[in-house]
T-cell receptor
Framework: TQLLEQSPQFLSIQEGENLTVYCNSSSVFSSLQWYRQEPGEGPVLLVTVVTGGEVKKLKRLTFQFGDARKDSSLHITAAQPGDTGLYLCAGAKSGGGADGLTFGKGTHLIIQP | EAGVTQSPTHLIKTRGQQATLRCSPI?????VYWYQQALGLGLQFLLW???????NRGNFPPRFSGRQFPNYSSELNVNALELEDSALYLC????????????FGPGTRLTVT
């Protein structure tokens, strides 16, 4: 059972365009993390959102946690080739991380120069 | 500050053999998590160690086991290797108790032939 559904799975756009990646679930999460992973490397943490409705910005990246804490989105403004990578959302269902993180399958993003 | 380290980078084994993977967490982090990232399946939670004890395990057979040492480093053992065990094995550490953020190492690529 895939508890976190990410969409789209693949996205290829031109430099300068905007894009949004979605992470949806029927389950409530106590927190949600977004990671970026390069081929052959481990995921790198971008942000953690904890409060329903929370919005966090990291330069051109905007992360939002849904009011019910079941979904999240990542919006990139004016995408650049350096944004290319696999974007993963991961949810913590319980406090303390007892269940480990539940990961989506990821969005493969390619930014064409 | 050094990040999470893992060794070896690559490991090639034949079916039926045993594999041992090692992980050193970020200094001060007491929790270590292991994940399997197999092609097409995304990251799957394997094991969680905290303060030297196994706290939780994911939906994997008992031939996946491990331990955590007094210095909080950890090793993952996979017995009776099967071809489908070929994957990237990722270790993550977390400050426990504390926020849910997990920080990943670069992974060990295990290939079973």
């Amino acid at each position: 059972t895939q508890l976190l559904e990410q969409s789209p799975q693949f996205l290829s756009i031109q430099e300068g365009e905007n894009l949004t990646v979605y992470c949806n679930s029927s389950s409530v999460f106590s927190s949600l993390q977004w990671y970026r992973q390069e081929p052959g490397e481990g995921p790198v943490l971008l942000v953690t959102v904890v409060t329903g409705g929370e919005v966090k910005k990291l330069k051109r990246l905007t992360f939002q946690f849904g009011d019910a804490r079941k979904d999240s989105s990542l919006h990139i403004t004016a995408a650049q080739p350096g944004d290319t990578g696999l974007y993963l959302c991961a949810g913590a269902k319980s406090g303390g991380g007892a269940d480990g993180l539940t990961f989506g399958k990821g969005t493969h993003l390619i930014i064409q120069p | 500050e050094a990040g999470v380290t893992q060794s070896p980078t690559h490991l090639i084994k034949t079916r039926g053999q045993q594999a041992t993977l090692r992980c050193s967490p970020i200094s001060g982090h007491t929790s270590v998590y292991w994940y399997q990232q197999a092609l097409g399946l995304g990251l799957q939670f394997l094991l969680w160690y905290d303060e030297g004890e196994e706290r939780n395990r994911g939906n994997f057979p008992p031939r996946f086991s491990g331990r955590q040492f007094p210095n909080y480093s950890s090793e993952l053992n996979v017995n009776a290797l099967e071809l489908e065990d070929s994957a990237l094995y990722l270790c993550a550490s977390r400050l426990s108790p504390g926020p849910h953020e997990q920080y990943f190492g670069p992974g060990t690529r295990l290939t079973v032939t």
